[in-house]
């Protein structure tokens, strides 16, 4: 069974961090991209970067450049397992929002900014991060 599951979210004051987690099971995400997003109440979802797994090539939202960075740990990924990391630093009040990861089907895509065009077709729960 595929499955995303994020984790990691809370409450912090701005100008602190947190890092979120996002743990991939049920397939293998080698060759996959996978994408944050947020989404704030009464608003459209944004994306906040797009990472093609196999080689770390990663895009991020003009929004998050410099401050945000993801990361992966790939220790598990022969058992159909990989866990990729958000690291939210210097965050402010309008990074409130609800965190999403999410992963396309196998792709040869290669880059992220060819995985911000890719089709996500499987998707975590969220978790919630408030910054105030």
């Known amino acids: 069974q595929v499955q995303l599951v994020e984790s990691g979210g809370g409450s912090v004051q701005a100008g602190r961090s947190l890092k979120l987690a996002c743990v991939g099971s049920g397939f293998r995400v080698k060759n996959n991209c996978v994408g944050w997003f947020r989404q704030a109440p009464g608003e459209e979802r944004e994306k906040v970067a797009d990472?093609?797994?196999?080689?770390?090539?990663?895009?991020?939202?003009?929004?998050v450049k410099g401050r945000f960075t993801l990361s992966q740990d790939n220790a598990n990924q022969d058992n159909a397992k990989t866990t990729l990391y958000l690291q939210m630093n210097s965050l402010r009040p309008g990074d409130t929002a609800m965190y999403f990861c999410a992963s396309s089907e196998p792709t040869y895509c290669g880059s992220g900014a060819c995985c911000a065009r890719n089709t996500y077709t499987y998707w975590g729960q969220g978790t919630q991060v408030t910054v105030s």
């Open positions: 990472t093609y797994v196999n080689n770390g090539d990663t895009l991020y939202a003009d929004s």
